[in-house]
């Protein structure tokens, strides 16, 4: 028969039930308790009760409201009378249910008859469990039905709209208090008849007992017994896989601008660490993205290692050595880096551009960023969508909200609801997510690791094409993902005008030219289009590359500091008479050649600027490309990623611990005759006692610290004294164990 109290109940309970109470709640078997007591004494605080409510979801969470206002926290109350306060439409059965899994966290013990609650629970759940104000002794003796119905409409309004929850109202007549027959108003009159409460200058209470008589037959209000609907949408596995490719797709072409733009021009570190405002919509502005996806991008590329801070006086974000790695690695590849980062960044990238609880506006990169719950959060949002048919979407992400919202009420926070829509945001701008389900590859990194899901993502992946378009108004149109060799090669002579199923380049002068500075011949391009290009060449794109590799390489120069050299000694008189280009200090040191002190790289960068098109070339006199590769700076250390698993100890682990406490109820409750206290009589005296017991076979009570301090007792039978060692059996775990003598604090004889 269950106790009267926790400890009782806890002490009737068999292993295994204690075994799963410490897997839900793992808090209190750290470090394992001397015995029930102590195990119940920690399940009663608050902090762990807290964690233990945590997780329950909207309708548990109603019945522990219940139980508190049934006053279960200091006398023991019948499930019945929990079934009447949850109301008409409540199935008992869900009500029991719910009764189970809170016996089940040694939130709430006791048979059905009589159920109790831990105290710790009524002060944790909430203000105002059920949406009720405080109960107010004075109206039990109160007819209060009779004094309703002598309230006017207007004043039986106000008590039934404070009814619907929440209790309290704010009113400027809450400061007044005077006699019926002054009253004004319907606040003045209900405060004057003790119907409403006065709790400070502006705000007013309804007690409990008028809020449960107004409701009727639905004491609780309108309890939600089930998750609500999760409308959802068959939209097919390959529909929502290939969907996701183009995200993944997307956001790598992003990354790669954005290196590209910090390589040449990389942005400083903000004094309390950080990316400032302005250089984050140069980002956006750069990629034609928004801020939000900008700050997405930055933060993957720090995480992932391909960004870091330089250090030093003005430190800058500077791309590491570890971009060239990644940008030659596959795009399968490199979208798994990006999502397990991003799976297990402990940071929320949507609170850049919000302000604190002190106004302070949040940065990108910085350490106000930091959440730890961001990763288990993440994880629990992706759950839900693992849990429907692979294909199935859903259609609107409210209902996600509503349904985590029920699940766990009490988590996240303020930041509830909006963490629920800004995990969705990001894992559909990484592919793990798309149309509102999640990918083949998403499922397999939550459920297998990075390694799987990238066969996986390559699997989504549009084959790559060998060929491209070329318009007549000099766009090259890539109808899909490019062979990496021909995406090089376009890239290197156009740029990307816009992205999305199908990628459209421009080229322009500026382009051609920089495809000469690299080395490529005009012969070279010609070819490319030729070879690569579905559609005709238009004569206008010929006629473009012809013109400029014709001026293209005439001036060509070399370290001297720098030479320029030409065929045509005409040209070089006028690139020396030309007073635009002085300040690059030429002096003709034969007819057709022209030597500075200056590197060549300013040279041939004044010469363009001046309306010239000079090429570089390498001490065989080809031509060579002098663009800086961009700012690197030595990148950190990359280890393994590990997916998100909290430690959790085995069962047998926790059945250990279990015949501990167990051990330490029977020792504390067996009759044992004077202790022998080692730190006031000796070790001597403990081992005088000990080899007694061990020679008439006799069970001893024995007092231990272990390793971590941590004091237990024990009721063994000894088998040997020696060696400074007791070795001796312990019925609890059918075993032979061995205990130091200097952590015996105290030993006594059981007595029969």
């Known amino acids: ?57 909207a309708f548990t969470r109603t019945v522990l409201d219940a139980l508190a206002i049934a006053g279960a926290d200091t006398e023991p109350q019948p499930v019945t009378r929990i079934n009447r306060l949850m109301g008409k439409g409540v199935p008992a059965a869900r009500t029991k249910e719910a009764v189970q899994r809170l016996r089940e966290l040694a939130v709430a013990w006791g048979p059905d008859t009589a159920l109790s609650i831990v105290p710790a629970a009524a002060e944790v759940i909430s203000q105002f469990p059920g949406n009720l104000g405080r109960a107010v002794p004075q109206l039990d003796e109160v007819d209060l039905p009779e004094a309703l119905a002598k309230l006017d409409p207007a004043e039986r309004r106000l008590l039934e709209t404070l009814a619907a929850g929440p209790p309290i109202g704010r009113t400027k007549d809450a400061g007044r208090a005077v006699p019926l027959e002054r009253a004004e108003n319907p606040v003045q009159s209900l405060m004057a008849r003790g119907l409403l409460l006065r709790r400070d200058n502006e705000t007013v209470e309804l007690p409990r007992q008028l809020g449960l008589l107004l409701r009727g037959d639905r004491p609780m209000g309108q309890v939600q017994v089930s998750q609500p609907e999760l409308r959802v949408t068959g939209r097919g596995v390959s529909t929502v896989d290939s969907t996701a490719a183009g995200a993944a797709l997307e956001l790598l072409r992003h990354l790669e601008g954005l290196i590209a733009l910090w390589s040449s021009e990389p942005p400083g570190v903000l004094r309390a660490g950080g990316l400032g405002v302005r250089e984050l919509r140069r980002v956006a502005k750069e990629l034609e993205i928004d801020e939000e996806r900008a700050t997405l991008l930055v933060e993957l590329a720090v995480d992932a290692g391909l960004i870091d801070t330089s250090g030093g006086g003005e430190p800058e974000w500077v791309p590491t050595t570890h971009v060239e790695p990644f940008l030659a690695a596959a795009p399968d590849q490199q979208w798994a880096t990006l999502a397990v980062g991003w799976l297990e960044l402990p940071r929320l990238p949507a609170l850049a551009g919000r302000r604190d609880e002190r106004d302070k506006l949040l940065s990108p990169l910085s350490n106000e960023l930091r959440r730890p719950n961001a990763v288990r959060e993440r994880h629990r949002v992706l759950g839900v969508l ?97 062979e990496p060799e021909l995406a090089a090669d376009i890239a290197a002579v156009a740029d990307v005008e816009s992205a999305g199923g199908a990628t459209v380049y421009r080229i322009t002068e500026k382009t051609v030219r920089r495809a000469l500075d690299a080395g490529r011949t005009a012969a070279e391009l010609h070819e490319l289009f030729a070879k690569r290009s579905r559609t005709p060449i238009p004569q206008s794109l010929s006629y473009l590359i012809d013109d400029i590799s014709r001026k293209h390489g005439q001036l060509r120069g070399g370290p001297a500091g720098s030479f320029l050299r030409c065929d045509d000694p005409a040209l070089i008189a006028e690139v020396l008479a030309n007073p635009d280009i002085a300040r690059l200090e030429l002096r003709r040191i034969a007819p057709t050649v022209l030597v500075s002190p200056l590197a060549l790289i300013e040279v041939l960068e004044g010469l363009r600027e001046s309306g010239y098109a000079p090429a570089a070339e390498g001490p065989d006199g080809a031509v060579v490309d002098l663009r800086p590769a961009g700012h690197r700076i030595p990148g950190r250390p990359q280890g393994a990623r590990r997916l998100f698993s909290p430690a959790r100890p085995s069962g047998e682990q926790l059945a250990s611990v279990v015949r ?79 205990f130091p003598l200097h952590r015996i604090t105290s030993t006594a004889l059981v007595e029969d």
């Open 660 to 738: 501990q406490i167990q051990a330490g109820d029977r020792a504390a409750d067996a009759p044992r005759g004077a202790a022998v206290s080692t730190s006031v009589l000796g070790t001597a005296a403990t081992m005088a006692l000990l080899q007694k017991a061990a020679d008439e076979g006799r069970m001893v009570w024995i007092g231990v610290v272990d390793s971590h301090g941590t004091a237990s007792q024990q009721i063994v039978t000894p088998v040997r004294v020696a060696g400074g060692v007791l070795d001796a059996f312990d019925a609890v775990v059918d075993m032979v164990r061995r």
């Open 386 to 482: 693992a849990e429907l048919p692979a294909g199935s979407c859903v259609g609107d992400v409210e209902d996600l909200v509503a349904a985590l919202a029920w699940r766990a009420p009490a988590r996240g926070g303020r930041m509830r609801d909006d963490l629920v829509r800004w995990i969705v945001a990001e894992a559909t701008a990484l592919g793990i997510v798309a149309l509102g389900g999640l990918s083949t590859a998403g499922a397999t990194l939550l459920n297998e690791g990075p390694g799987e899901a990238a066969k996986r993502m390559l699997d989504s992946l549009p084959e790559p094409i060998d060929h491209v378009l070329v318009q007549a108004d000099l766009t090259v149109v890539a109808p899909g993902r490019l």
């Open 1 to 57: 028969m269950s106790g009267h109290s926790l400890v009782d109940w806890l002490r009737t309970q068999d292993e295994q039930v204690l075994v799963e109470l410490l897997r839900a709640r793992p808090d209190l078997a750290t470090p394992p308790p001397a015995d029930t007591s102590v195990l119940a004494t920690r399940a009663g605080m608050r902090a762990s009760v807290v964690r233990a409510c945590e997780d329950l979801d």
